[in-house]
């Protein structure tokens, strides 16, 4: 066996005992109890969401640093999403990456913690960075397309994803990535600009403004999607070999002329 497969297959143990291996087990009784064999939502029961408002998407121009790009995202209005946030939820994570996790939008418990993915998807996001031997903080920046709650948990729309999206270029261009990881659909089509499907996008490398970004499910649907979830941990072996790869020096880096 080589080296790399057994290094995997490490992982893989390390996998199991941060419990992403068997952190679907959560959603296993609610499933079960489907006899349609669809899964439940893993978000809060959905009760008719308010529909998108008009946003502006005009260029903005913002401060290049994190205090002066979090002041204005607190009290944006660029978009009806602000109407009903408890508060907007900016990022977290490490300021120089070299990782960045996109998610879609803030959940109920992130909109009352002010924190990104701090609810039951959180907690799978936080297991799959562990399966990868990340950390939020230390390795990754976690952000989101919209800073702010859709009401219902619906999908933001593309007009309020637009609105949002200088905020989430300029983190981009704060923390310059080695690597971008966007979770989901709505990710995906955000930074790609694309109506491909997920499952076309996983397994290769995009780029997004020069920024290698690879793509995989989003938490929420792992949780309540129990066979993707080899598939997501595929998807992090493949972003961490390129990471690897994009964070080795290369022959120019190390003083050749
Ligand atoms: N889902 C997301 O996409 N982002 C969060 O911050 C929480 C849940
Ligand atoms: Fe502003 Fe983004 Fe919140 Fe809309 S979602 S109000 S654009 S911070």
Same mark, same amino acid.
């Given at each position: 066996m080589d080296s790399r497969s057994l290094k995997e297959l490490e992982l893989l143990e390390l996998a199991g005992l941060y419990g992403f291996a068997q952190a679907a087990t959560v959603a296993r009784p609610a499933a079960a109890a489907q006899p349609s064999g669809q899964a439940p939502l893993a978000r809060e029961p959905q009760a008719a969401p308010e529909p998108a408002q008009p946003a502006n998407t005009a260029p903005i121009t913002l401060p290049a640093d994190w205090d002066g790009l979090r002041a204005i995202v607190r009290d944006c209005?660029? &978009? /009806?999403? &602000?109407?009903?946030?408890?508060?907007?939820?900016f990022g977290v994570g490490?300021?120089? /990456?070299p990782w960045l996790f996109v998610g879609e939008g803030p959940g109920a418990e992130e909109d009352e913690? /002010?924190?990104?993915?701090? /609810?039951q998807s959180g907690k799978l996001l936080d297991n799959m960075l562990a399966a990868i031997g990340l950390k939020r903080g230390r390795d990754a920046y976690i952000a989101n397309v919209v800073k702010c709650r859709p009401p219902g948990n619906r999908t933001p729309a593309l007009e309020e994803a637009a609105a949002c999206a200088p905020y989430l270029d300029a983190q981009v261009d704060l923390i310059q990535p080695k690597l971008i990881v966007a979770l989901g659909k709505v990710a995906a089509q955000r930074l790609l600009n694309t109506e491909a499907s997920l499952a076309s996008l996983r397994g290769k490398i995009h780029q997004y403004r020069g920024y290698p970004v690879a793509v995989t499910y989003h938490p929420s649907y792992l949780l309540r999607t129990l066979p993707e979830k080899a598939k997501a941990w595929e998807d992090l072996l493949f972003a961490r070999a390129k990471m690897l790869e994009f964070a080795a020096p290369r022959p120019h880096d190390r003083g050749a002329p």
């Amino acid at each position: 066996m080589d080296s790399r497969s057994l290094k995997e297959l490490e992982l893989l143990e390390l996998a199991g005992l941060y419990g992403f291996a068997q952190a679907a087990t959560v959603a296993r009784p609610a499933a079960a109890a489907q006899p349609s064999g669809q899964a439940p939502l893993a978000r809060e029961p959905q009760a008719a969401p308010e529909p998108a408002q008009p946003a502006n998407t005009a260029p903005i121009t913002l401060p290049a640093d994190w205090d002066g790009l979090r002041a204005i995202v607190r009290d944006c209005t660029r &978009c /009806g999403l &602000c109407r009903q946030r408890k508060q907007a939820v900016f990022g977290v994570g490490a300021e120089r /990456g070299p990782w960045l996790f996109v998610g879609e939008g803030p959940g109920a418990e992130e909109d009352e913690q /002010g924190d990104p993915f701090v /609810g039951q998807s959180g907690k799978l996001l936080d297991n799959m960075l562990a399966a990868i031997g990340l950390k939020r903080g230390r390795d990754a920046y976690i952000a989101n397309v919209v800073k702010c709650r859709p009401p219902g948990n619906r999908t933001p729309a593309l007009e309020e994803a637009a609105a949002c999206a200088p905020y989430l270029d300029a983190q981009v261009d704060l923390i310059q990535p080695k690597l971008i990881v966007a979770l989901g659909k709505v990710a995906a089509q955000r930074l790609l600009n694309t109506e491909a499907s997920l499952a076309s996008l996983r397994g290769k490398i995009h780029q997004y403004r020069g920024y290698p970004v690879a793509v995989t499910y989003h938490p929420s649907y792992l949780l309540r999607t129990l066979p993707e979830k080899a598939k997501a941990w595929e998807d992090l072996l493949f972003a961490r070999a390129k990471m690897l790869e994009f964070a080795a020096p290369r022959p120019h880096d190390r003083g050749a002329p």
